[in-house]
């Protein structure tokens, strides 16, 4: 589907939902019947997952893999060996190699925070996580551990009111239970 396809799509959930709530559809059990929420919450689940579409044809593959995830309930994990899109962008982002650089030692753990200028897809897909590091074979194993889970923004958190929008509405889906609070564990040897 195009982009263009997609936001129809979501654009046509929005319209059964508001033709459902409107009466224009036939209930068994009359208005907010448990079908309806059921209903409302599957059309919301599956507008997710057109958004997470939009965002991986925008660059934002992590970003997408991780909504879909967590619209399923499931936790997101790249082990060692396993090839995957964090891993490629971790090591070569900016924010990683400046943290490792300041380890002194083999075993380090400590906390790594992408920035939105180095790279938007980390920063809104991990933000802020944790990192170990331990040897392996002559260099070290990382394994970058967050979860996944959304902050009420306000106007003074410094973000554009479009990013505000998107991650207080994605607040508001994790809370009902739209969204599910995920964990992240990538693991790479570098």
Same mark, same amino acid.
């Given at each position: 589907?195009?982009?263009?396809?997609?936001?129809?799509?979501?654009?046509?959930?929005?319209?059964?939902?508001?033709?459902?709530?409107?009466?224009?559809?036939?209930?068994?059990?009359?208005?907010?019947?448990?079908?309806?929420?059921?209903?409302?919450?599957?059309?919301?689940?599956?507008?997710?997952?057109?958004?997470?579409?939009?965002?991986?044809?925008?660059?934002?593959?992590?970003?997408?893999?991780?909504?879909?995830?967590?619209?399923?309930?499931?936790?997101?994990?790249?082990?060692?060996?396993?090839? $995957?899109?964090? =891993?490629?962008? *971790?090591?070569?982002?900016? %924010? @990683?190699?400046?943290?490792? #650089?300041?380890?002194?030692?083999?075993?380090?753990?400590?906390?790594?925070?992408?920035?939105?200028?180095?790279?938007?897809?980390?920063?809104?897909?991990?933000?802020?996580?944790?990192?170990?590091?331990?040897?392996?074979? $002559?260099?070290? =194993?990382?394994? *970058?551990?967050?979860?996944? %889970? @959304?902050?009420?923004?306000? #106007?003074?958190?410094?973000?554009?009111?479009?990013?505000?929008?998107?991650?207080?509405?994605?607040?508001?889906?994790?809370?009902?239970?739209?969204?599910?609070?995920?964990?992240?564990?990538?693991?790479?040897?570098?």
């Amino acid at each position: 589907m195009s982009e263009e396809e997609l936001n129809n799509y979501i654009a046509n959930i929005k319209t059964a939902c508001e033709n459902r709530k409107n009466g224009k559809v036939s209930t068994l059990r009359g208005r907010n019947s448990v079908s309806d929420i059921i209903f409302i919450h599957q059309s919301l689940r599956l507008a997710w997952l057109a958004v997470a579409e939009i965002a991986k044809r925008r660059g934002y593959p992590c970003s997408a893999q991780l909504i879909k995830n967590s619209i399923f309930d499931e936790d997101y994990e790249e082990e060692l060996g396993q090839s $995957g899109v964090f =891993k490629r962008k *971790i090591k070569k982002n900016k %924010d @990683f190699k400046n943290c490792i #650089k300041g380890f002194s030692t083999d075993y380090v753990s400590d906390s790594l925070e992408f920035q939105h200028k180095n790279s938007k897809d980390l920063y809104y897909s991990l933000h802020l996580a944790d990192i170990q590091r331990s040897p392996k074979n $002559g260099k070290h =194993k990382y394994h *970058i551990h967050d979860t996944w %889970d @959304f902050e009420l923004w306000t #106007k003074e958190d410094g973000h554009s009111l479009f990013a505000t929008t998107v991650n207080d509405w994605a607040w508001l889906c994790e809370n009902a239970h739209i969204l599910k609070v995920i964990k992240v564990d990538i693991y790479f040897v570098y």
